[in-house]
């Protein structure tokens, strides 16, 4: 079973379907089968998957923020007609359209991930744009397809919520195991946001908290790590000097240093207005520091599993959960780590989620029972 996997590009290391999409695929791969094919557009920084099937595109001079690329539309086409099914990740650029008219033309199935664009959040930004490239190009490649990926229950309810119909696989992205290194005790804790600086992370409403329970727990440190989006980074160091708080901005970690900054920290905050998944969530706990999500995230799961908090994340709410938190000892955290680690391992491998995927495909292309993940809304 041979599967084209398209995404607009994964040239940027801090978001997400950079990890995730070729991960997937490397992982399918693996599966004895399935061989998959990856079209992006750019530099594809592939040196962690050195054995996957990429094309890479350049971008054309004209609707260069579309990602108009001719040569990608003509690669796409091409590369459909010996492939089984066709796997779409994202919207909102011309390489998300491309493998709709591909689809049609080669009369291959089409699956799409939306990676968190129906959120509301989400669909309030640029709506103007958004509502003019739906009518004109995007809706029929959706529209079209056989069936939808999503990674989370309040994922689903915002694919139903637009009034998409056709089947959804409610599937969570893998997540890597890192070797166990026991955390080393400084004078200093950290409570670390890592991610895009962008204002749909929640940023400010985690500034205004912490400047209201800084002062209370002395020993403790709150910084963000990330590449800034448009300036919001200089907004934020702004916010704090104003409420008179200490935060540090760390600037962009990638690689090792981004393991090694999620292992040192004692807290990851995720205070996101919206989040699919929420990939760092899932990288803090595989390397063993408990997470504080908002409920704009996925992860209620994080308090069943007793690594982690799930809150209301407004100012108020917030300062309330992180004085919790920070009046914990060592030992405490660590202990939710652990279990956060113990979590990702038994549930979230690579290997568990690409075997579930390509039982996803084969029931598409009508080889096997609907599997129990797959929700058909109302029948």
């Known amino acids: 079973m041979r599967v084209l996997h398209t995404v607009a590009s994964i040239e940027e290391e801090a978001s997400g379907p950079s990890y995730v999409v070729p991960a997937l695929c490397s992982a ?7 061989e998959t094919q990856l079209h992006v557009l750019g530099r594809y920084p592939g040196e962690k998957w050195p054995k996957l099937a990429v094309s890479t595109y350049s971008r054309s001079p004209v609707a260069r923020r579309l990602g108009w690329s001719e040569g990608m539309r003509r690669g796409i086409a091409a590369a459909a007609k010996k492939a089984a099914l066709l796997h779409n990740h994202g919207l909102w650029m011309m390489p998300n359209v491309y493998v709709g008219w591909a689809s049609k033309s080669a009369r291959r199935p089409l699956v799409t991930t939306p990676h968190g664009v129906f959120a509301p959040w989400a669909l309030a930004r640029s709506r103007l744009r958004k509502r003019l490239f739906w009518h004109a190009l995007q809706r029929a490649t959706i529209e079209a397809s056989a069936c939808l990926h999503v990674t989370a229950a309040s994922e689903l309810e915002q694919v139903r919520a637009v009034g998409l119909t056709q089947p959804v696989a409610v599937l969570p992205f893998g997540i890597d195991i890192p070797p166990v290194v026991p955390k080393a005790r400084g004078d200093r ?25 800084e002062k209370a727990f002395p020993e403790w440190e709150l910084a963000i790590a990330g590449p800034d989006s448009n300036g919001h980074a200089t907004e934020l160091a702004h916010l704090a000097a104003d409420l008179g708080c200490a935060v540090s901005f760390l600037g962009p970690v990638y690689g090792q240093e981004k393991v ?15 989040e699919n998944f929420g990939v ?16 704009q995230t996925p992860w209620a799961s994080l308090e069943e599993h007793q690594c982690g908090w799930w809150v209301d994340c407004e100012p108020d709410n917030l300062s ?17 780590g652990l279990n956060g680690r113990t979590w990702m391992a038994e549930e979230f491998s690579w290997n568990a989620i690409a075997t579930k995927m390509a039982h996803t ?3 598409v292309l009508g080889e096997r029972e609907r599997p129990s993940w797959v929700d058909v809304g109302k029948v």
Do not use: M, N
């Open 28 to 34: 399918l791969d693996e599966l004895p089968g399935v």
């Open 189 to 213: 804790r950290r409570l670390l946001f890592l991610g895009r600086v962008h204002p749909a992370k929640g940023l400010e409403r985690l500034i205004k908290a912490w400047a209201r329970c």
């Open 280 to 295: 760092v969530a899932s990288e803090a706990l595989a390397v063993g520091t408990p997470v504080l999500a908002s409920k």
């Open 320 to 336: 309330e959960a992180l004085r919790l938190i920070l009046s914990k000892d060592r030992e405490s955290l660590e202990q939710c």
């Open 260 to 274: 090694d900054i999620l292992r040192t920290s004692d807290v990851l905050v995720l205070p996101s207005y919206t």
């Open 361 to 363: 495909y084969q029931w």
